[in-house]
């Protein structure tokens, strides 16, 4: 019965992959690009120049982040669904190799980027507070998310908690809080389009969780107004 269930799939899906697989390619891309372009200054850029302290700490923050991520995937979330069709990853990870790996790696660690540029203080703190925030409060959001089911089912519990009360994705407002810290730190113009990007399909996500929970919980669910802002969306 099970292998008949499996050539099914194979049949009409197509090959599967796991998703924890798709996440973790999906975060290599810009473990790899970031580090890559920001020690091959000298022979992609032609200068002699060392990197400037933003260069630095924006290679930093965002190995971090994406560090966090592959640890999350790791040890932290359990899926719903345990595979999707292997042809769609190359779709998932275009956003995070091309958009958050190779076009904002690129334009970051240039010799003529605003990250080349003397820091202004009072920014570059402000942004590394609000990335230390934005990745704690995510971090904290996903634990709650992992508790709510049980290892080895698909259940669910009602998502409670502060920030629970306040959207339905808690998580991606503290995702977005730490990119905004990122981008305060090296202002370019490709982080500020991915950032925008990201919060467009994030919003997209939260609606339609809000939705789900909605259905899925009926009166137990107190509904949200606000899906990932609290008193903006």
């Given at each position: 019965?099970?292998?008949?269930l499996?050539?099914?799939?194979?049949?009409?899906?197509?090959p599967?992959?796991?998703w924890?697989?798709?996440f973790?390619?999906?975060?290599?891309g810009p473990?790899?690009?970031?580090?890559l372009?920001?020690?091959f200054?000298?022979?992609i850029?032609?200068?002699?120049?060392?990197?400037?302290?933003?260069?630095?700490?924006?290679?930093?923050?965002?190995?971090?982040?994406?560090?966090?991520r592959?640890?999350?995937?790791?040890?932290?979330h359990?899926?719903?669904?345990?595979?999707?069709?292997?042809?769609?990853?190359?779709?998932n990870?275009?956003?995070?190799w091309?958009?958050?790996?190779?076009?904002?790696?690129?334009?970051t660690?240039?010799?003529g980027?605003?990250?080349a540029?003397?820091?202004?203080?009072?920014?570059?703190?402000a942004?590394?507070?609000?990335?230390?925030?934005?990745?704690?409060?995510?971090?904290?959001?996903?634990?709650?998310?992992?508790?709510?089911?049980?290892?080895?089912?698909?259940?669910?519990?009602?998502p409670?908690?502060?920030?629970?009360?306040?959207?339905?994705?808690?998580?991606y407002?503290?995702e977005?809080?730490?990119?905004?810290?990122?981008?305060?730190?090296?202002?370019?113009?490709?982080?500020a389009?991915?950032l925008v990007?990201?919060?467009?399909?994030?919003?997209?996500?939260?609606?339609k969780?809000?939705?789900?929970?909605r259905k899925?919980?009926?009166?137990?669910?107190?509904?949200?107004?606000?899906?990932?802002?609290?008193?903006?969306?």
């Amino acid at each position: 019965m099970l292998y008949c269930l499996f050539i099914s799939n194979i049949l009409f899906l197509g090959p599967q992959i796991a998703w924890r697989t798709v996440f973790i390619v999906e975060y290599l891309g810009p473990l790899l690009f970031h580090p890559l372009l920001y020690y091959f200054r000298p022979i992609i850029y032609k200068t002699s120049e060392a990197p400037s302290e933003l260069q630095t700490l924006s290679l930093i923050l965002i190995s971090l982040h994406f560090i966090k991520r592959e640890y999350e995937t790791l040890f932290v979330h359990r899926f719903s669904l345990a595979t999707m069709p292997a042809r769609n990853i190359f779709k998932n990870s275009a956003h995070y190799w091309l958009f958050a790996g190779l076009n904002i790696a690129y334009w970051t660690y240039a010799p003529g980027a605003p990250t080349a540029q003397w820091p202004n203080p009072l920014i570059k703190y402000a942004g590394i507070a609000l990335f230390i925030v934005g990745e704690l409060g995510n971090f904290s959001t996903h634990l709650t998310l992992r508790n709510l089911r049980r290892p080895g089912s698909t259940d669910r519990g009602v998502p409670d908690g502060a920030s629970f009360k306040l959207v339905t994705c808690p998580n991606y407002m503290f995702e977005t809080i730490a990119w905004v810290g990122i981008w305060m730190v090296n202002w370019s113009l490709s982080t500020a389009v991915f950032l925008v990007l990201a919060v467009v399909q994030m919003s997209l996500w939260a609606r339609k969780k809000e939705m789900k929970y909605r259905k899925e919980f009926g009166d137990r669910y107190k509904r949200k107004r606000f899906f990932i802002f609290p008193g903006v969306y």
